[in-house]
């Protein structure tokens, strides 16, 4: 009977991860958090202003193995899942893809040639925004910071938090800002 229950506890566990990594025509992982726009990174940053959110930009690509493990093991986790839903105005990009997208600064190109622009190389690259961005500004050059790859919950979850605490503007490095969480 323990067996049993084992068995089934472990088919349940394996069937919420398959199931919370939806996959779209394009190819890539969808979630409820991610929002679906024009691609105009101005309006976007209105829109995750107006509801109270902070702007994330999620680079990916089809056949990626690290975005596959961050959606199946690391998005899913119940603290950074009620983070990106409540707290980030999450916007998703191929970096192969053919979707036109308008920087801040007003330039307008496919995903995968405006991503080539800003020197994006690896997949998943997230990008977080401050409330507000400096006109003529580029993304890269706008972006509070970057992380580019896959990480474990212990550091995506800190990265979300030091994000949304500002902690880019207090002095203290994200590094020694998780060095200081993971040690609490």
């Not at 939806?22 to 107006?50: S, V, Y």
């Not at 994330?56 to 990626?64: N, S, V």
Request: hydrophobic fraction near 40%; include cysteine; aromatic fraction near 10%.
């Amino acid at each position: 009977m323990l067996k049993r229950l084992t068995a089934l506890a472990a088919m349940l566990c394996l069937s919420t991860s398959v199931m919370a990594a939806t996959m779209g025509d394009d190819g890539l992982h969808k979630a409820d958090w991610m929002h679906d726009t024009f691609k105009d990174l101005r309006e976007d940053l209105e829109e995750a202003n107006a509801e109270g959110k902070r702007l994330m930009l999620i680079i990916e690509q089809r056949g990626c193995i690290y975005c596959k493990k961050m959606h199946e093991e690391v998005f899913v986790d119940p603290d950074i899942e009620s983070l990106l839903q409540d707290k980030f105005f999450v916007v998703q990009l191929n970096m192969f893809g053919d979707v036109e997208v308008t920087d801040f600064d007003g330039t307008s190109r496919s995903e995968k040639e405006i991503i080539q622009s800003w020197g994006m190389l690896f997949t998943p690259t997230m990008m977080f925004f401050p409330e507000e961005v400096e006109e003529g500004k580029t993304a890269p050059q706008a972006a509070v910071a970057q992380m580019p790859g896959a990480f474990g919950k212990g550091t995506t979850f800190n990265m979300l938090q030091w994000v949304l605490e500002e902690g880019y503007t207090s002095g203290e490095p994200f590094q020694k800002y998780l060095q200081r969480k993971l040690g609490e």
